[in-house]
């Protein structure tokens, strides 16, 4: 077993991950959050660390979230091997995932500086409207498996910017590389701005629901972001959701047709075609549509 996070004094089951490739092997073992109180330990961390965290300038935010991006992409290989081993896809895209997660958090780093104090003109004259935002507090982080380090950080990164503390609840078939992200994190923030909370989506959205986040932020399915949605109106919060796409592509004779086709291909069917963003449409002109057809069957042998 490669990655043990079971808590001697847990109260939560123990669960373990496997090897998609070789699913009696297991790869990892882990303890659940069994109860409200541990929720409200973690929380008490995270507030007292969110607390520091807003004090630090905005700019330094952005310096050290920087520092934990180039940490991260340090140990590129260390996530990407986590990656697999619990999620299956390859190395070579475990290591684009992780790559490109860290180039958009650059962005949010940088999105930082642009915090500073407001000042726009108001309706009467010789007044002047200041606008100051400040950080919402403790926000959840509620991740799917196709994605475990990408989906993390483009939650963490701009939570993190804007001076809140985040608590990321990863799937339970890909905790490992949230445990990894958030042990680096400790490199560069204060203890407890970043945790990771092990559980069952049911118990996660009873938190949203009890009030105990200030905000909470869910990447998934319908049906679950539907629950989570009306957990954070029962307790006035905002909820940004990342449900299901419905994604097409319009093929014409402009292009190359063997090159499209494999782009489709790719687009359609990587992670087995199990992400939001996976091509489930194609929209072609009526004289392409045998080649296509036959194009696609071809490209589909070689795989």
Not at 44 to 52: D, F, H, I, R, V
Not at 249 to 272: P, R, Y
Not at 275 to 299: F, M, N, P, Q, W
């Amino acid at each position: 077993m490669k990655y043990d996070y079971r808590h001697p004094h847990g109260i939560g089951e123990v669960f373990e991950t496997h090897n998609p490739a070789r699913p009696a092997e297991s790869v990892g073992a882990y303890t659940e959050v069994g109860d409200a109180a541990e929720v409200d330990t973690m929380l008490t961390s995270a507030s007292l660390a969110q607390k520091e965290w807003a004090d630090v300038p905005a700019v330094s935010r952005g310096d050290r979230l920087l520092a934990f991006l180039d940490d991260v992409v340090a140990n590129v290989e260390y996530l990407a091997e986590a990656i697999t081993l619990e999620q299956g896809k390859p190395l070579a895209e475990a290591r684009n995932e992780i790559l490109k997660g860290c180039a958009e958090g650059k962005f949010m780093a940088g999105e930082a500086s642009r915090q500073q104090l407001q000042s726009t003109a108001a309706a009467r004259p010789r007044v002047r409207n200041l606008i100051l935002r400040r950080p919402r507090g403790n926000l959840l982080a509620i991740c799917p498996w196709n994605f475990p380090v990408m989906t993390p950080l483009r939650k963490l990164c701009p939570a993190i910017a804007f001076g809140n503390s985040l608590v990321v609840k990863p799937s339970q078939f890909t905790p490992a590389a949230a445990f990894l992200l958030t042990e680096i994190s400790e490199r560069h923030f204060p203890a407890g701005l970043v945790q990771v909370m092990p559980c069952r989506g049911a118990f996660a959205s009873e938190l949203v629901a009890d009030g105990r986040f200030d905000g909470v932020s869910f990447t998934g399915s319908v049906t679950i972001g539907r629950k989570v949605a009306q957990a954070a109106a029962a307790s006035l919060i905002p909820a940004q959701l990342e449900l299901g796409g419905k994604n097409g592509v319009i093929i014409n004779d402009s292009q190359d047709l063997e090159s499209c086709l494999d782009q489709v291909f790719a687009a359609a069917f990587q992670t087995g075609g199990q992400r939001c963003t996976s091509l489930s449409r194609v929209i072609v002109k009526r004289d392409l549509h045998e080649s296509v057809i036959e194009g696609l069957a071809r490209i589909s042998h070689r795989v």
